[in-house]
C-alpha cells in the first residue's frame, strides 16, 4: 500500500554534485520523518541527513555544509543535494521515512542506489 520509490545514483567526479530524491505514495496520512542513510562498504548504515515535517534538519557532521536535505509535503517528496563530494561519500544512498498512517506509524526504506566518487 506504500511506496518509496529513489532516484538513481551514479557516478561523479571529486568535487562534483549530485541530487538525489524520494517520492512517497499510498495511503498516507502524512510524513513524520524523512531521512537519508548510506552504507559504504566494511562500515555500519549511518544517518546522512533527516528532516521532520515542520522542517528541523539534522545532518551527520561529515556532510554538513556539503550537503542539504529538503523536502516538498505536498508532494511527499525528500531530496538530498550534495555538493563538494568527496571519494568517502561513496556509498549505497538509502532513503528512509516514518509514515502517519490511520492506523498509527509505518517505517518504510528505499530500495537504495549507488553514489560512486571517483576520478
Known amino acids: 500500500q506504500v511506496h518509496l520509490v529513489e532516484s538513481w545514483g551514479g557516478l561523479v567526479q571529486p568535487g562534483g554534485s549530485l541530487r538525489l530524491s524520494c517520492a512517497a505514495s499510498?495511503?498516507?496520512?502524512?510524513?513524520?520523518?524523512m531521512g537519508w542513510y548510506r552504507q559504504a562498504p566494511g562500515k555500519q548504515r549511518e544517518l546522512v541527513a533527516a528532516?521532520?515535517?515542520?522542517?528541523?534538519?539534522n545532518y551527520a557532521d561529515s556532510v554538513k555544509g556539503r550537503f542539504t536535505i529538503s523536502r516538498d509535503n505536498a508532494k511527499n517528496t525528500v531530496s538530498l543535494q550534495m555538493n563538494s563530494l568527496k571519494p568517502e561519500d561513496t556509498a549505497i544512498y538509502f532513503c528512509?521515512?516514518?509514515?502517519?498512517?490511520?492506523?498509527?506509524?509505518?517505517?518504510?526504506w528505499g530500495q537504495g542506489t549507488q553514489v560512486t566518487v571517483s576520478s
Open positions: 528512509n521515512a516514518e509514515f502517519r498512517m490511520s492506523y498509527g506509524t509505518l517505517n518504510k
Open positions: 499510498g495511503s498516507i496520512l502524512s510524513i513524520n520523518v
Open positions: 528532516i521532520s515535517s515542520g522542517g528541523s534538519t
